[in-house]
């Protein structure tokens, strides 16, 4: 076996952060992958597979933000040890000497305290490995890296990783200006999986803003590759295999599929949120997929149900107080009493109050974090008349606060 064939088939360490509250998800795509060692963490999934199931990790895992693979794990006590350890890594098989680096380090409970010292020393040491060998050194590059590595540092552990993604993998290409209130691509795909819809009956956003939610939905309905439209760090390391990656790449193209047997709809009564709808629509090329309407909840004409509702309707900490936003609540909950009977609706709230206004009780509770806020994505059963007749009535004000459901639940 030739070097190249020997490093494709080594089997590597990797890990996949995401957002906190979406690990289970991310373990559940990992598996659809046939990773093996899938152990999800808080805030990520460390699995174990080949250079091959790296690459398809980015191209394919829709819920997580980056794939690192591991390429140091070894004990460190201070400065001298961690640059020695950083030294002993073959850093020239990711990196070209004209090439750019940069380190995000991240230092917890050791004898090293500050992780900008730590990423300076473990830089120094990289930059040294390449003078000793060609008499010159990369340059450091914070903004776009040929090589990203991600140091952390942990109880005198120190673990060094390859971004192999680069920029975040929620950034999915599509997406053509950045908005005032968008909903990460990647939670919203994530919620999307979270929410069991079965990706064969109709999927509506009623205040679809941007659009997210429905075109992550159409890329998962369609079985589209969530990294098809953009480029990955790993295609510009010199280890990179073109031939394996363009086999998955084509692979990926010709899963997709170009119509789909159901509607997904999103509405906003903005136009001007319809507007950018439209365009990431067009940018992500599923616009055959994906219906858009301009109106209020109020007069939306929702398909004939069955359908499921995900939406992520304004709770005011990012749109500022000045919404009327008890209004646009209780106008989804007329949609989901009159107009959505026999349907499942999924509600991202981050405000506790808010979601007492729809007059439902949510059956299931799964904990997410956007961002720094502290979020729900709340499930409502909507009965039929005949199924409501028959079950227990609930209370208006149902969604009290209740023990965080374990998103390993959902
Ligand atoms: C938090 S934003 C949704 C963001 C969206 N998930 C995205 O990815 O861009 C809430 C959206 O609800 C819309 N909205 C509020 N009240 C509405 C109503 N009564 N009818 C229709 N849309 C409404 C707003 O125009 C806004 O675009």
């Known amino acids: 076996m030739n070097d190249g064939a020997a490093d494709a088939a080594a089997t590597h360490d990797y890990f996949a952060p995401c957002t906190l509250g979406l690990e289970a998800i991310v373990a559940e795509e990992l598996a659809a992958l046939r990773a093996s060692s899938i152990e999800p963490r808080r805030g990520g999934v460390a699995f174990r597979g080949d250079r091959r199931l790296g690459y398809a990790a980015n191209l394919w895992l829709r819920a997580a933000v980056r794939v690192q693979q591991r390429v140091l794990d070894v004990p460190v006590r201070g400065k001298e040890e961690l640059y020695a350890a950083v030294s002993s890594v073959e850093w020239e098989r990711w990196l070209d000497v004209d090439g750019t680096l940069a380190i995000d380090g991240s230092v917890r409970d050791s004898t090293i305290t500050h992780s900008g010292f730590a990423a300076l020393t473990a ?6 490995r390449f003078r000793r060998a060609t008499g010159r050194r990369p ?30 993998l929620h950034k999915r290409g599509w997406r053509p200006i950045q908005v005032k209130s968008p909903l990460n691509e990647a939670i919203a795909a994530g919620l ?23 075109v992550e939905a159409a890329c998962l309905a369609a079985d589209r590759a969530p990294g098809l439209l953009r480029r990955f760090a790993f295609e510009q ?26 509607p997904i709809l999103g509405a906003d009564r903005h136009p001007g949120a319809i507007e950018l709808a439209k365009r990431s629509v067009r940018a992500a090329q599923v616009e055959g997929l994906v219906e858009l309407r301009c109106c209020d909840v109020e007069t939306l004409e929702p398909p004939p149900p069955p359908f499921t509702l995900v939406t992520n309707p304004p ?31 999924w509600v991202l709230s981050g405000n506790a109050e808010l979601p007492r206004l729809l007059g439902l009780k949510a059956r299931r509770k799964f904990p997410v974090m956007d961002g720094p806020i502290e979020c729900r ?32 639940s959902a």
């Open 123 to 128: 830089k120094d040491a990289i930059c040294d």
């Open 139 to 168: 340059s450091v590059d914070t903004v776009a890296p040929r090589l990203p590595i991600k140091l952390v540092l942990q109880r005198d552990r120190l673990q060094l990783y390859l971004n192999l993604s680069g920029e975040s």
């Open 192 to 214: 999307l999986l979270a929410s069991g819809w079965d990706r064969k009956s109709a999927l509506v956003d009623p205040m679809c803003g941007s659009g997210t939610f429905v």
């Open 237 to 262: 390391f010199p280890d990179f295999d073109a031939r394996a990656w363009s086999i998955l790449r084509a692979d990926a193209g010709e899963r997709a599929q170009r119509s789909l047997p159901f």
């Open 315 to 345: 709770w005011g900490e990012r749109l500022g107080e000045g919404e009327d936003l008890r209004a646009s609540w209780e106008a989804l909950g007329h949609l989901l009493h009159r107009r959505a009977r026999g349907c499942t609706a």
């Open 377 to 408: 994505f709340l499930r409502y059963d909507v009965f039929t008349t005949a199924e409501a007749d028959q079950a227990p009535s609930s209370p208006p004000s149902s969604s009290s606060p209740s023990p965080p459901a374990s998103p390993s």
